[in-house]
């Protein structure tokens, strides 16, 4: 048998063979250069609802990958401190927390730049990292800058949807960043099985970080109150110390970045496993979608708005979809169905243009009757982002048909810049949204649409800052002295549910059910009824409950009483008592509703007030026949009353003051009765 030739005596491809494999240790080498090396995904698992649901890219563990430990942790030690510094300053009322336009910045910094670093500092490119993360740092602070203008003078108005707003576009527009940055800071091409791969790693890397911080302090305090509970109560104070929290719950988040970072094996895992089963959810998904746009040529589209939430769902139905094509076919290399299914996407995916048009037209509808805003413009904003996101793919799917993944990489990247630049310019005067919501409304008054006393000065007070604060204090100077009603309204104003209910709670009576057969309503208890002030918000709820007035003696003792039954909530009772009348909480024992009526109760003279709910429940007092509460204190039961009672009281049976109340198959109980 002739000898194997040797490879050698095939110069050209010994040649090619020490290009390709020393092209492959170049990149594959992690001590030299740790690179992302791409890796195709595995369809040829079928079978398997996770066969395609793998990362496109495995990211090399090595230690150098991360920053040296003691690098992390004295980037955490000193976030921690300057933490604790600014929240000393809030509890003491010292710079900077009585300035915003300092305050916020320095908040922002001291939070924002740490976080990026620990998520993308690299021993091998730290300098380029860091400055990166400076510069996104710094957009950052100036954005804050701009909204801590907005939020002066401090105290004059409400500023927590500023903040809440701020908040929630910085973090969206740092997570977009932190994928930009993290390969061009290692001097890679911006590739968008990159930018996928970083965006579930550094997701999850920070939640998991973020879980482990809050477990160890959790571990921490419940190990100091055990000791507490033996005697020994010095951990439990100084863990409660913030100089002690601030600096420990920052390592123990840096600790665990640097932790997690070095498990990218893990972290993929887990990215392989959400994708998969968003595998298995998008077919069910895109066949919803479909046959809800088949119904809704035989239905019309008035259902869809008389909800009040039609275009909510629309935008969540619209971004559900989305999210999943996008982590169902990834890079947009290989077919994570077989054919047929993949057909089924691609096809339903066309219709996710449609949606987006829809929530448009319902949001104009409702920006044409009753202008713009803040919520309005944030719903247009995701609305058009959704909108271009579903024509991108919608477009590359009637260009490329089968391989139209091929053209996700495009679509994502491009729209992942334009939302970072949207976050950051919704902070901005170039964009802002509670001018344009305030113009809007302005627009109404001046062109007669509503009148100046039906402006909704609450919520220009609550969500349109200092706008709206400079506009309110023109007008008291315009109209303090001439109209004084009008002043006050604007110094004060009103919820508006709860101005709708003053001014709709006119018509219980015209609503009011008699029973068992009409009857004559005393004049002192209609007053009494009157006074009270029952909501109109509150008597029919669902729409479709009218309140019912019932004759009946509950006491046994031959004098009527009276039960206003509001909804299938809420009903009180009356009764005469020493020539006045005294309101008694009724409670369903038995029948659909059985259960506590609701927290509201009454104070003497006062409107409920929903949402209390006493340890024990107190009667109300005594109403007079005119109308108008009397001097009878209220006595509440306090904890010392209570105290005396159950270790002093004699012990007896009581029989019941009144009967249960029996209408149809519901039983009702009176619970408040002195």
């Not at 079928?46 to 980037?75: D, N, W």
Request: proline share 7%; with cysteine; hydrophobic share 50%.
């Amino acid at each position: 048998m002739a000898p194997e030739p040797a490879l050698h005596s095939f110069p050209i491809c010994a040649q090619r063979r020490r290009k390709w494999t020393g092209a492959t240790r170049r990149r594959d080498n992690p001590v030299t250069d740790a690179r992302i090396v791409p890796k195709l995904p595995d369809v040829t698992d079928r079978e398997s609802p996770f066969a395609a649901a793998r990362p496109s890219r495995q990211l090399v563990s090595s230690s150098t990958t991360r920053a040296p430990l003691k690098v992390t942790l004295g980037i955490a030690l000193a976030q921690g401190a300057v933490l604790y510094l600014l929240t000393l300053a809030e509890l003491n009322d010292a710079w900077p927390s009585g300035q915003p336009v300092w305050n916020l910045p320095l908040w922002t910094l001291a939070v924002a730049w740490p976080v990026l670093l620990h998520l993308s500092i690299d021993a091998a490119n730290a300098r380029r990292t860091i400055a990166g993360a400076s510069l996104f740092a710094s957009l950052l602070v100036a954005v804050a800058v701009y909204t801590g203008s907005r939020m002066s003078p401090p105290g004059a108005f409400a500023t927590e949807s500023i903040v809440a707003v701020f908040l929630i576009t910085s973090a969206v527009a740092s997570f977009k960043a932190l994928m930009y940055l993290q390969p061009l800071a290692a001097r890679r091409p911006v590739i968008y099985a990159e930018l996928f791969a970083n965006s579930w790693r550094n997701f999850l890397v920070a939640g998991l970080s973020a879980v482990m911080a809050g477990g160890i302090y959790l571990v921490l305090m419940l190990w100091a109150s055990l000791l507490n509970v033996i005697g020994i109560g010095f951990f439990l104070e100084l863990f409660q110390q913030m100089w002690f929290a601030f600096p420990v719950i920052a390592i123990c988040f840096g600790l665990g970045t640097f932790i997690f970072r070095g498990l990218a094996r893990v972290i993929d895992g887990l990215t392989g496993l959400l994708e998969g089963l968003m595998r298995l959810l998008l077919p069910l998904l895109i066949v919803m979608l479909a046959i809800f746009l088949a119904a809704l040529p035989f239905t019309g589209l008035e259902p869809l708005w008389d909800v009040g939430s039609g275009t909510a769902l629309l935008m969540a139905l619209n971004g559900l979809a989305l999210f999943f094509l996008n982590a169902v076919y990834q890079t947009g290399r290989g077919e994570p169905y077989p054919p047929s299914v993949h057909r089924l996407v691609y096809v339903g995916a066309t219709l996710l243009p449609i949606v987006s048009a829809l929530a448009l037209y319902g949001l104009s509808l409702r920006i044409t009757q009753y202008g713009w805003t803040v919520e309005r413009c944030w719903a247009l904003a995701v609305c058009i982002i959704l909108a271009l996101f579903s024509c991108g793919y919608a477009g590359s799917i009637l260009r490329l048909r089968d391989a139209w993944p091929r053209n996700l990489a495009f679509v994502n990247r491009s729209m992942g810049l334009a939302i970072l630049a949207f976050m950051l310019l919704s902070n901005s005067p170039l964009l802002d949204f509670r001018l344009i919501s305030l113009e809007s409304q302005q627009r109404r008054v001046e062109s007669g649409e509503i009148e100046l006393r039906e402006f909704d000065f609450f919520y220009a007070g609550e969500f349109l800052g200092r706008p709206a604060y400079l506009w309110t204090q023109e007008l008291l100077e315009q109209y303090g002295d001439s109209d004084p009603e009008l002043a006050e309204l604007i110094r004060n104003p009103e919820p508006p549910w709860i101005r709708a209910a003053r001014v709709e709670s006119r018509d219980i009576w015209d609503e009011m059910i008699y029973r068992p057969a009409p009857f004559e309503v005393p004049g002192d208890l209609r007053a009494t009824i009157d006074a009270i002030g029952l909501p109109r918000a509150l008597v029919t709820p669902t729409g479709n409950v009218p309140p019912v007035l019932i004759e009946v003696d509950l006491s046994d003792d031959g004098v009527m009483e009276y039960v206003l039954v509001l909804n299938e909530f809420q009903a009180w009772a009356f009764q005469r008592r020493d020539n006045a009348w005294r309101a008694l909480a009724l409670e369903f024992v038995r029948g659909p509703a059985s259960g506590r009526l609701s927290g509201t109760t009454f104070e003497s003279g006062r409107r409920p007030v929903a949402g209390r709910t006493p340890v024990i429940v107190a009667s109300p007092g005594s109403i007079g026949l005119d109308g108008v509460p009397t001097d009878t204190p209220v006595e509440a039961d306090r904890p010392d009353g209570l105290q005396t009672a159950l270790t002093e009281g004699a012990i007896e049976t009581v029989d019941a003051e009144f009967r249960d109340l029996r209408i149809g198959e519901l039983v009702l109980r009176v619970v408040e009765a002195p």
